[in-house]
């Protein structure tokens, strides 16, 4: 059975950091675009931040360009966000998401992912 399970999230305050994991079981993912998303209450779900499947391309939306880091550890089947200047409006669930297809550059709809994590809940406080 595959499961992605988030962790690292929490309370903190605006300015300061966190960083998230992702670890996949029940298959590897070493070959497979991964990402993150995140949802604020009454908001649809949105891109944050998609590697590649080599980790030599990452994609940002607007909102974290600058402040959030996206990356991976194909050994160890792991992708993580680190996630810098936070700002109250980071506030959400994030969580990580999988693409089943081959060799994959990442995308940002959350359509082209197969698999998803249950999340972990970020709140930043002002």
């Known amino acids: 059975q595959v499961q992605l399970v988030e962790s690292g999230g929490g309370l903190v305050q605006a300015g300061g950091s966190l960083r998230l994991s992702c670890a996949a079981s029940?298959?590897?993912?070493?070959?497979?675009?991964m990402g993150w998303f995140r949802q604020a209450p009454g908001k649809e779900r949105e891109f944050v931040a998609a590697i590649n499947w080599s980790g030599s391309s990452t994609y940002y939306a607007d909102s974290v360009k600058g402040r959030f880091t996206i990356s991976r550890d194909n050994a160890k089947n792991t992708v993580g966000l680190q996630m810098n200047s936070l700002k109250p409006e980071d506030t959400a669930v994030y969580y990580c998401?999988?693409?089943?297809?081959?060799?994959?550059?990442?995308?940002?709809?959350?359509?082209?992912?197969?698999?998803w994590g249950q999340g972990t809940q970020v709140t930043v406080s002002s």
């Open positions: 998401a999988a693409d089943a297809d081959l060799y994959r550059r990442g995308s940002q709809s959350p359509n082209d992912y197969d698999y």
């Open positions: 029940g298959r590897t993912f070493s070959r497979n675009a």
